[in-house]
């Protein structure tokens, strides 16, 4: 019969197998790894990331604005060609933020 110390020490084994193949075949420990990357360069890359997706966001807003503007000058419809150019101007706003962070970061680093 097996007994509890058996299968701890069997589940134990076990993990350390799979530890130890995973930092083998991913190299965890070469200096080119991301275990190896400081924190401040994990927060500068996280950083960076963030930036291009709220530029990103921003683009997609304009675009919806000028859309939403054309369909309101299709249709003669007032409060679309407004609510249009208001959403182009966020956009245009959001950018300039995103820049200026950009330019902060930048001088920061």
């Known amino acids: ?47 960076n990331q963030i930036l291009a997706m709220n530029q990103a966001e921003a683009t997609i807003k304009n675009i919806e604005g000028k859309a939403q503007e054309t369909m309101g000058n299709i249709t003669g419809n007032r409060k679309d060609q407004i609510m249009g150019k ?13 820049k200026m962070k950009d330019k902060v970061q930048d001088i920061l680093d």
């Open 1 to 47: 019969m097996i007994s509890i110390q058996q299968i701890r020490s069997l589940f134990l084994t076990m993990s350390l197998a799979v530890i130890l193949s995973t930092t083998i075949a991913f190299g965890f420990g070469s200096a080119d790894s991301w275990a190896a990357t400081s924190p401040t360069q994990l927060i500068s890359q996280t950083q």
């Open 86 to 98: 208001a959403k182009q101007v966020e956009s245009k706003a959001s950018t300039a933020a995103e």
